[in-house]
């Protein structure tokens, strides 16, 4: 697999690697490690992003694509895959969400806040994009009070994205409403050992920590 561990987009891919206990090896690449933009990698990901897995001959990227597979080839138990044809098609509709409506504007608000100097943050930028993400987990929260979970009432490949989003979020330095079955959800993640292995680390609060912490995560 090939993705530095503190990108948004790998902890959703390490994180399903650990629930399933699958045998990997991950290659530091993208940000300050670079290698995104070699011939080799562009090969393998035309887009030049990050995480591409490569599984023998098969090479698959997006984060999401990449954890359905995982999932589909691994989790011969039944630990995250849903039980049904119709739960599964509510956890893909709800990972297609995170992708589509939730992600674009906490990985936005997370580049204003923690990827720019203190100095030259754009405030009313910030503001606007910490109102959109808050719409989204809103919606979250909601659906959390009936079901406990992203799919039924158990975990499942579809609390994966939106679990470590949410751990993100939790931890940048802002001041944010209260959302009650949010926090109840995220501290039953919280004692998933797969999710403090590979999500609950710390990625700092400006530009100096976040390099300084991506080359100190081991």
Not at 8 to 13: A, E, I
Not at 86 to 100: C, F, P
Not at 137 to 154: C, E, M, P, Q, S
Request: charge should be negative; glycine fraction near 8%; include cysteine.
């Amino acid at each position: 697999m090939f993705g530095r561990r503190n990108a948004s987009n790998v902890l959703p891919v390490m994180w399903t690697v650990g629930e399933l206990e699958i045998p990997c090896t991950r290659h530091d690449t993208g940000g300050s490690f670079g290698g995104t933009g070699t011939r080799d990698y562009l090969a393998m990901n035309p887009n030049g992003r990050i995480p591409t897995l490569r599984d023998g001959d098969f090479v698959l990227w997006e984060s999401n694509a990449i954890v359905r597979y995982l999932c589909r080839r691994h989790d011969g138990h039944g630990a995250l895959l849903p039980r049904s044809e119709e739960g599964y098609a509510l956890a893909d509709q709800w990972m297609d969400w995170h992708k589509t409506t939730l992600y674009p504007p906490y990985i936005d608000l997370t580049w204003a806040l923690v990827r720019t100097e203190p100095a030259v943050r754009d405030r009313r930028r910030i503001e606007d994009l910490q109102a959109q993400t808050e719409t989204g987990l809103a919606i979250l929260d909601k659906h959390l009070a009936r079901t406990g979970h992203a799919v039924d009432d158990r975990f499942t490949m579809a609390d994966i994205p939106l679990g470590a989003l949410v751990h993100r979020y939790l931890n940048l330095e802002i001041e944010r409403p209260a959302f009650p079955h949010i926090a109840s959800w995220y501290a039953r993640l919280s004692k998933r050992p797969a999710f403090i292995e590979h999500v609950m680390f710390p990625f700092g609060n400006d530009p100096g920590e976040w390099y300084r912490l991506e080359r100190e995560t081991p």
